[in-house]
């Protein structure tokens, strides 16, 4: 039982080390694919950037003002959620 309990051992021992041997590699292949995905996001909010700054001031000022009329329903609806708690 006790050399059966040995081999057991060693065999994870040896499929441990196999899978941590892999692990620089994934990170290096999952690092690049984080960096393509953030180049990629950079490309897109550069594109709505320019075309922000193409537009007259005027609509700018329409997405600010969108932007905080939707942050102000927010945080009316989460007011008047912990209204409905208390």
């Not at 040896?14 to 041997?21: D, F, I, N, T």
């Not at 999952?30 to 393509?36: A, F, M, N, V």
């Amino acid at each position: 039982m006790r050399p059966l309990r040995e081999l057991t051992l060693i065999l994870l021992a040896l499929a441990g080390a196999l899978l941590l041997s892999q692990l620089p590699g994934y990170v290096s292949a999952y690092e690049q694919r984080l960096g393509g995905a953030v180049d990629e996001a950079r490309r897109t909010l550069y594109g709505f950037m320019m075309q922000l700054l193409d537009w007259s001031l005027g609509a700018a000022l329409a997405v600010i003002l969108i932007a905080s009329s939707l942050a102000l329903l927010y945080a009316a609806s989460k007011l008047g959620a912990r209204r409905a708690v208390l």
